[in-house]
Structure formats: structure tokens, C-alpha cells
């Protein structure tokens, strides 16, 4: 049985005003929030490995070390192949010898003339100045040729960072591609999100972003957004965003991240804190509206309908015009016409970008 409780002007005149805190109902371009995860990758990541095959004599470098571009990093056994280049080099020699005696002799032949030497026979020495050429750059290819193999003994940084990965050791035969370390560039580390393919178009370098890495969920990071790889994952249905952080901790490649981006619905709509939402079991969502009475402040409580969910405000499809002001704190066991003390605390407004 249903009892109604009738407040005379007289009682709701003297009752003691409840302390609440407001906030306005905003009129705003109504946003979508998107919660996506992600990790930090390095720009580079090589697999550094040799290019001639040789038995690994010296590992100059140990998983942690950070090392710079052109750094040595290993060394294999080269004393087969510095044999090899000392005969490419001794076979040179002997075709500029060679060289130089056909040219003698086709020298000789031109002055002294053709009443000595028969045309066939200065014709045969052009020839052979011609063949001992031809000999002296096979030679001399050879033994630049050597000389690279050699020079490829030793192996180097391509580029700065830290050996993530030693992948071999001193004494093991290694054959050209065999990976000895994996090196990880961590200058300019970036984040890398998978958005679902219903966002692309959507997502620009001017969305916002907002960051929180897994080793420190409490904080919060601006993020920009560097590039969207329209490079769609067939099995995923995702493609990949590219960010960076503004005043970024220490970060390494790996670390897992969560980011929560804002993307404009392209419309205006009323917004609402979240704190003044009241949920009851049966669905309905309720806030409590202040209103001027009889020159004293009251609250009433006002269903509404939600919509997107963006930050700390909510869009209300309907049940608000957005001129109101409604409680945000202290709004437990409130009733409706009941007499408020309201302090007036603006909520922060969340500003999408373009």
C-alpha cells in the first residue's frame, strides 16, 4: 500500500538545507570514445648478420650493451682468406708484368717498322697487349674482390642501440644470414595501437589521445599521433595507429599501453557529468535537477535518456534541454522539493580536437 507524505510550506520552509555541489549541463560538439591497447616498438629492429661464411673467432659485445653506429661487433677467422688475397694480389702483380711486356714488345714492333716485322706479327703483339689488359682487370677484380670478403671478416653496428639478443658464440662456423645479434634501435620509440577498421577515416594526426602505460595505469599521457598505416590486418579486421608521448618516462620496446581516443560525432548535443547520473535495477537513469522555489534553491529528479560516454561527461539523449544545473556530489537520498545549500564547481570540459 502506497503512502503519501504531504510537506506542509511551513516545515519545507524550516527544514535544515542539504549541502550538494553542481554542475551545468553543457551544450557541446558530442564526441566518441574509443578504448584501444597497444605497445611501445622501436623504430629499427635488425637481426645483425654476417655475409661470408667463417668460423667466429671474437664476440665483442654482450646482451644490455648499448653500442654506436659502426661499432665492431664481432671478428670471424680470417687467416684462410688473408692467404687467398696475398695470391689475388702476387696474380695481379704478375699480370702487370705481363702487361707491361706486351706493350714492350708492340713498341719495339711499331719502330722498327714493317720492312723487319710482317703485319701479322705487329697485328699478333696488339693482340696480346690486349689479352694480358683483359688479364690484368680479371686480376685486379679478383683481388678487390678478396679483399671485400676479407673486410666482411669483421662485422659492425649498422646503426646505434642496445643488443637485446647475442644469438652465437666464440667457436661456432657461421653461414652467411646466420643472425649473431639482434640490435634494437631506442632512439625515438613510438606506441603502436590495432583500431578496428570501422574507425579508419576517422582517425587523423589531430585526433586526441590520451595514454596510460601498464607500468604506471594511474597516470595519464598526452599522446600525438604520428601516422595512421592504412595497412588493414586481414584476420583481425584492424589496421594500426602510430603515436608519441609528450614528456614521455622511460620507455622500452615491448612495454603495453592503453589509450583512450576521442573522435567527433561531426554533431552538437547536452552533456551531463557522470557524477550526477543515479542508476537504479530496474534501467532507469535519473539526475537531480536544481531549480529556484519560492526564492529557495530545491531539486527535482529528472529521468534521462544517455548516449555517448566521452571522459567524464555523458551525452543525454533526452530529458535535458542543457541550460540546467544539476548535483553532482551529495546527491544520495535526496527527494524531490527538497531544500539544497548548492555550491557552484564547474566541471571540466572535455574539448575534442578537429
Not at 122 to 141: D, G, H, M, N, Y
Not at 317 to 326: C, S
Amino acid at each position: 500500500m502506497a503512502v503519501s507524505v504531504v510537506w506542509s510550506a511551513t516545515a519545507a520552509a524550516d527544514e535544515v538545507p542539504r549541502q550538494v555541489v553542481v554542475a551545468p549541463v553543457e551544450r557541446a560538439e558530442l564526441v566518441q570514445q574509443v578504448e584501444v591497447r597497444g605497445s611501445v616498438t622501436a623504430p629499427r629492429t635488425a637481426q645483425v648478420s654476417t655475409s661470408v661464411a667463417g668460423l667466429l673467432s671474437r664476440i665483442e659485445v654482450e646482451e644490455g650493451d648499448r653500442i654506436e653506429a659502426g661499432q665492431r661487433i664481432a671478428q670471424l677467422d680470417g687467416e684462410l682468406d688473408s692467404l687467398d688475397l696475398r695470391i689475388a694480389r702476387a696474380a695481379t702483380a704478375e699480370a702487370e708484368v705481363q702487361l707491361a711486356e706486351a706493350r714492350r714488345r708492340l713498341k719495339d714492333a711499331r719502330e722498327i717498322g714493317a720492312g723487319f716485322f710482317p703485319a701479322d706479327e705487329t697485328r699478333s703483339r696488339e693482340s696480346a697487349v690486349e689479352t694480358a689488359q683483359a688479364l690484368l682487370a680479371r686480376r685486379q677484380a679478383e683481388q678487390a674482390r678478396q679483399g671485400a670478403v676479407l673486410a666482411r671478416h669483421e662485422l659492425a653496428a649498422p646503426f646505434a642501440g642496445i643488443v637485446s639478443v647475442r644469438h652465437r658464440q666464440v667457436g661456432e662456423w657461421v653461414e652467411p644470414g646466420t643472425p649473431l645479434i639482434e640490435l634494437v634501435d631506442l632512439s625515438g620509440l613510438r606506441l603502436e595501437f590495432a583500431l578496428p577498421q570501422a574507425l579508419y577515416g576517422r582517425v587523423g594526426l589531430r585526433s586526441a589521445l590520451e595514454v596510460r602505460l601498464d607500468t604506471d595505469p594511474g597516470r595519464a599521457y598526452e599522446g600525438r599521433v604520428r601516422a595512421v598505416i592504412p595497412v588493414s590486418d586481414v584476420q583481425a579486421r584492424t589496421f594500426t595507429l602510430r603515436a608519441s608521448l609528450d614528456n614521455a618516462p622511460p620507455l622500452t620496446p615491448g612495454m603495453s599501453a592503453r589509450a583512450t581516443l576521442r573522435l567527433p560525432l561531426g554533431r552538437e548535443g547536452v552533456t551531463v557529468p557522470r557524477d550526477a547520473l543515479n542508476r537504479y535495477p530496474d534501467g532507469r537513469v535519473t539526475v537531480w535537477v536544481l531549480h529556484e522555489e519560492d526564492g529557495m534553491s530545491r531539486v527535482r529528479e529528472q529521468r534521462i535518456e544517455l548516449g555517448e560516454v566521452f571522459g567524464e561527461r555523458v551525452g543525454a539523449i533526452e530529458g535535458l534541454r542543457g541550460d540546467e544545473q544539476v548535483v553532482v556530489r551529495g546527491n544520495e537520498a535526496l527527494r524531490d522539493g527538497q531544500r539544497v545549500a548548492p555550491q557552484r564547481a564547474k566541471a571540466p570540459r572535455v574539448k575534442p580536437q578537429p
